[in-house]
């Protein structure tokens, strides 16, 4: 295997940064956002069964609350060596959390896992043995492997979302997927020397995904555990922070620049919707001519397109131009259209005598095959076999 410029420059700074003597055989790297009543017990856990001079704990920390203070003062009592890294941007939310943690671990194994207690500390030394005895880089906590279970999902709602996204993913990434049954894991032991720190950009929860999609590492085990209850405290995964899990799919299975054309076809096909709703208020309800309520009606849809493109697809590229700039731009391009949906329309509703709604369709779908033969033929020139 070839090592890349970034996996050498990740190697050089770890080098750099501390003597050979001091890298450990594990790292626990434990995200927490708010998590103040669990760091005792978890402390208390993790020390029971990690040897102290081979072992470190590292806390990688975006709380609002005391967790930090909580923890410094826990770790005096902790015969294992402990840190907490506080961030001050919480960068890529919980996965910018971990992946930081792996840049600043010492151990030849990174483990990751949560405060709560809902991975069970035990845990932790059997995935490392399992991925030292096994030749693994990458050893899965997994729910739904053999003797592993779900049953600490608080209710019936967490559990449709958890087995539905899990279903998702492994279908959009059938085969990296085929050997890990529980992707959506937060509990795992990844080997420091198969990481690329560099080429993962996280988004939220799913850090996991991030690691196998992007890092593919060589041999992946799995070892069933029981997912336990929360010990204290709330979670913090939200309705948003599904919306940035399917988000995050689409990234990783398309890039960005392609996730954004499917996003821009999705948003166009809803404008349908507004097109035509406005065209029957104008033409058959109000009894204004076709032509000028098609005209608006054009509008009224460029206009929602243009709201939830600018609002959805292009939220953090909004700084370069302003709103008014924006808009406008999108506003004749939207509308150019209309030089040949108008005539086509005034000879189908005109000529032909088709019903107003149908022949508006028909246009927009005429000029929806047209502008993509022009696209595909004219602007790119792509060959037919
Ligand atoms: N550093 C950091 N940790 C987070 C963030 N969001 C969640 N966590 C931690 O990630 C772990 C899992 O979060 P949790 O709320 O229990 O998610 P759930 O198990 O899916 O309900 C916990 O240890 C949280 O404290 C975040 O934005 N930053
Ligand atoms: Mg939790």
Request: glycine fraction near 10%.
């Amino acid at each position: 295997m070839t090592v890349t410029t970034a996996r050498r420059a990740t190697l050089l700074g770890r080098i750099g940064e501390l003597p050979v003597e001091v890298a450990v055989r594990q790292t626990v790297v434990v995200p927490t956002f708010n998590e103040r009543d669990n760091i005792p017990v978890l402390l208390q856990r993790l020390a029971a069964v990690l040897p102290p001079d081979e072992s470190e704990i590292l806390f990688v920390d975006d709380s609002t609350d005391d967790t930090p203070e909580v923890i410094r003062e826990q770790a005096k009592h902790c015969p294992v060596p402990v840190t907490v890294h506080h961030r001050r941007n919480a960068t890529g939310g919980l996965g910018g959390a971990v992946v930081e943690g792996m840049r600043r671990a010492h151990g030849a194994w990174i483990v990751v896992m949560d405060a709560d207690l809902q991975h069970p500390p035990e845990i932790v030394p059997q995935l490392v043995a399992a991925g030292v005895r096994d030749g693994a880089d990458l050893v899965v906590g997994s729910r739904k492997a053999g003797g592993g279970s779900s049953d600490g999902l608080d209710n019936g709602y967490r559990r449709i979302v958890s087995g539905g996204s899990t279903l998702t993913t492994k279908v959009v990434f059938r085969n990296a997927l085929l050997r890990v049954s529980d992707p959506m894991s937060g509990l795992f032991a990844v080997r420091a020397s198969s990481l690329e720190v560099a080429e993962l950009q996280p988004l939220g929860y799913k850090i996991l995904l991030e690691l196998i999609i992007r890092n593919r590492p060589g041999r992946i085990i799995e070892i069933p555990y029981a997912f336990q209850p929360r010990h204290a405290g709330e979670s913090k995964s939200t309705l948003r922070e599904g919306l940035r899990f399917l988000k995050h799919l689409a990234l990783l299975r398309f890039g960005a620049r392609r996730g954004r054309m499917i996003g821009f076809g999705l948003i166009g096909l809803s404008g349908l919707i507004p097109n035509q709703v406005v065209l029957w208020l104008l033409a058959s309800v109000l009894g204004v001519h076709y032509l000028p309520a098609a005209v608006l009606a054009n509008m009224v849809a460029v206009t929602w397109n243009f709201a939830l493109i600018d609002s959805l697809l292009y939220r953090n590229h909004r700084h370069r131009r302003s709103l008014a700039g924006r808009f406008t731009r999108f506003f004749v391009m939207g509308n150019a259209d209309l030089l040949l949906r108008v005539p086509l329309l005034a000879l189908l509703v005109g000529g032909l005598h088709v019903g107003v709604l149908t022949a508006n369709l028909v246009t927009l779908v005429v000029s929806f095959v047209i502008r993509f033969l022009i696209l595909d033929r004219v602007i790119y020139l792509v060959r037919q076999r």
